[in-house]
């Protein structure tokens, strides 16, 4: 039976092509997206998502908007790495696809509400609106199978030395998330850092010849010349569909328990995910944290969801 979902995201290119890995699984029930300021401002997300609906086909799957802001503090996008638009690389014709009149706090409320089982939340954003739900309905929240997070680390971070991006912009969500006593699971930086979008990679992607392929290259190609120029990195690493591929095949991602901190007041450290692996600290484990990744069988799952929506 295909598990019913919520995606909530921050378009960016990693989440755009979590959209489609998601869109595209016949192990998943896809029952809405909800969009979050992050890799760029709330409207600029918001407009990604619906342009990756449209270009895909997606056209069932409602899209609501979310919180413009962190809990404290302002928003810091990522325009060093996905550009202005938050998806540079590729040419947009205007977006088909429209938005929920009710903001996504209220859109995942009543999906949970009417949800005939539990449904598995996806966050590859900062956690701001997944925090929001579970301090506005707690109640409804604890519907939730499970929440698994693209985000986090258990070595190095990639927007301050020791904070993953996704949790530096909203530790304070993080924190909120992961003291919540649902089930969690952290795809963090040291397992989406083995997802390489490598040349190999992108040649299997345009060699399928069609739009939505051409799209995907161009993102990709964007993606990589980001990474190249503030990283070095020879090849982008695809953070967000790591999320989505543990959802679909559990066996694909590897998880150990461990108790997770999220430091929110260290001068050089806040953001930081404090990943107890060897349980020196002898608190409880609160998530499940990926620690490796099938990255063969992962490219595989990618490539065959812009094959399936192509």
Same mark, same amino acid.
């Not at 413009?68 to 540079?88: C, V, Y």
């Not at 929110?264 to 608190?283: N, S």
């Given at each position: 039976m295909a598990?019913p979902i919520?995606?909530?995201?921050?378009?960016?290119?990693d989440d755009?092509?979590?959209?489609?890995?998601a869109?595209?699984?016949?192990?998943?029930d896809?029952?809405?997206i909800?969009?979050?300021a992050?890799?760029?401002t709330?409207?600029?997300?918001?407009?990604?998502?619906?342009r990756?609906?449209?270009?895909?086909g997606?056209?069932?799957?409602?899209?609501?908007?979310?919180?413009?802001?962190?809990?404290h503090?302002?928003l810091?996008?990522a325009?060093?790495?996905?550009?202005e638009?938050g998806?540079?690389g590729?040419?947009?014709?205007?977006?088909?696809?429209g /938005?929920?009149? *009710?903001?996504?706090?209220?859109?995942?409320?009543?999906?949970?509400? #009417? =949800?005939?089982?539990p $449904?598995? !939340?996806?966050a590859?954003?900062?956690?701001?609106?997944?925090?929001a739900?579970l301090?506005?309905?707690?109640?409804?929240?604890?519907r939730?199978d499970?929440?698994?997070?693209?985000?986090?680390?258990?070595?190095?971070?990639n927007v301050?030395?020791?904070?993953?991006?996704?949790?530096?912009?909203d530790p304070?969500?993080?924190?909120?998330v992961?003291?919540s006593?649902?089930?969690?699971?952290m795809?963090?930086?040291?397992?989406?850092?083995?997802?390489l979008?490598?040349?190999?990679?992108?040649?299997?992607?345009?060699a399928?010849?069609?739009?939505?392929?051409g799209?995907?290259?161009?993102?990709?190609t964007?993606?990589?010349?980001s990474?190249?120029?503030?990283?070095g990195f020879d090849?982008?690493?695809l953070?967000d569909? /790591?999320?989505? *591929?543990?959802?679909?095949?559990?066996?694909?991602?590897t998880?150990? #328990? =461990?108790n997770?901190? $999220?430091? !929110?007041?260290?001068?050089?450290?806040r953001?930081a995910?404090?990943v107890?692996?060897h349980?020196?600290?002898?608190?409880?484990?609160n998530?499940?944290?990926?620690?490796?990744?099938?990255?063969?069988?992962?490219?595989?799952?990618?490539?065959?969801a812009?094959?399936?929506?192509g």
């Amino acid at each position: 039976m295909a598990v019913p979902i919520l995606l909530d995201c921050d378009p960016g290119h990693d989440d755009a092509m979590a959209i489609l890995l998601a869109a595209a699984s016949p192990a998943i029930d896809l029952l809405g997206i909800t969009t979050v300021a992050g890799n760029q401002t709330l409207p600029k997300t918001t407009l990604n998502a619906r342009r990756v609906c449209t270009v895909a086909g997606i056209t069932s799957v409602p899209i609501a908007a979310g919180r413009a802001q962190p809990l404290h503090g302002r928003l810091r996008a990522a325009a060093d790495i996905h550009g202005e638009t938050g998806l540079d690389g590729p040419a947009f014709g205007e977006p088909t696809a429209g /938005v929920e009149p *009710a903001d996504a706090v209220e859109f995942m409320r009543r999906v949970l509400s #009417e =949800a005939a089982q539990p $449904v598995t !939340l996806v966050a590859t954003g900062p956690l701001t609106n997944v925090a929001a739900l579970l301090l506005a309905h707690p109640e409804t929240a604890r519907r939730l199978d499970e929440i698994v997070v693209m985000g986090g680390s258990t070595e190095r971070g990639n927007v301050t030395p020791y904070a993953e991006f996704n949790v530096h912009t909203d530790p304070e969500a993080a924190d909120i998330v992961l003291g919540s006593g649902l089930p969690v699971t952290m795809c963090g930086l040291n397992v989406t850092h083995q997802a390489l979008a490598s040349r190999d990679v992108l040649d299997l992607i345009a060699a399928l010849g069609t739009p939505l392929a051409g799209i995907c290259v161009d993102l990709l190609t964007f993606f990589a010349d980001s990474y190249r120029r503030v990283f070095g990195f020879d090849a982008p690493p695809l953070h967000d569909p /790591v999320a989505v *591929a543990r959802v679909i095949d559990p066996t694909m991602v590897t998880t150990v #328990e =461990a108790n997770v901190a $999220v430091e !929110l007041t260290g001068t050089h450290t806040r953001g930081a995910t404090v990943v107890d692996l060897h349980g020196v600290t002898g608190r409880q484990p609160n998530a499940r944290v990926a620690v490796g990744l099938d990255a063969g069988r992962f490219w595989e799952l990618v490539v065959a969801a812009v094959a399936t929506l192509g």
